[in-house]
């Protein structure tokens, strides 16, 4: 039987520390699932076609992890792919009282799906999506937290100007 696990989020744009819990999760499981949020509560710079299409383009390297994405409750989702874990980051405490939170929702909701957390490399632990389009928007480097297909599309959404 193969195992699989989901790693959900808006990834607008993929970090460095995305990658990272990806990588490590392909080393755990047969199949990751990167499941990229159609609908995310928050506004998102990338449309959910150019999230995945950045996020297949990143992820390419890697024969176990697939891109796809999802709307509704991520449990659902899950059973309808026949994961039964979700893979959650942790960058910071901040980041594990919400997750703690979800973590219980969903297991009374779904109690056969668990929660993985994991936490980035210490390099990337301070690093998310929205410092990153925020540096980027204002014409910084943003080389050291995002792959190099992610950079090339910050500088087309934000113009030449970004990450020189």
Do not use: C, W
Not at 28 to 40: H, T
């Amino acid at each position: 039987m193969q195992s699989s696990a989901i790693y959900a989020g808006t990834f607008d744009p993929l970090t460095l520390g995305h990658i990272d819990l990806i990588e490590r999760t392909a080393q755990i499981f047969d199949l990751v699932i990167l499941a990229v949020a159609k609908s995310p509560p928050k506004d998102t710079l990338f449309t959910v076609e150019e999230r995945v299409a950045l996020s297949r383009e990143v992820t390419g390297g890697y024969t176990n992890v697939e891109v796809d994405t999802f709307d509704g409750l991520l449990i659902d989702y899950a059973r309808k792919r026949g994961a039964r874990v979700l893979v959650r980051g942790i960058r910071a405490y901040s980041d594990f009282e919400y997750e703690f939170r979800m973590a219980l929702t969903n297991r009374k909701l779904a109690p056969e799906i668990e929660t993985l957390f994991m936490m980035p490399k210490e390099s990337q632990s301070y690093v998310n999506s929205s410092m990153v389009r925020e540096i980027a928007s204002l014409g910084g480097d943003v080389s050291g937290f995002v792959s190099a297909e992610v950079v090339e599309a910050l500088r087309m959404k934000y113009g030449e100007s970004s990450g020189e």
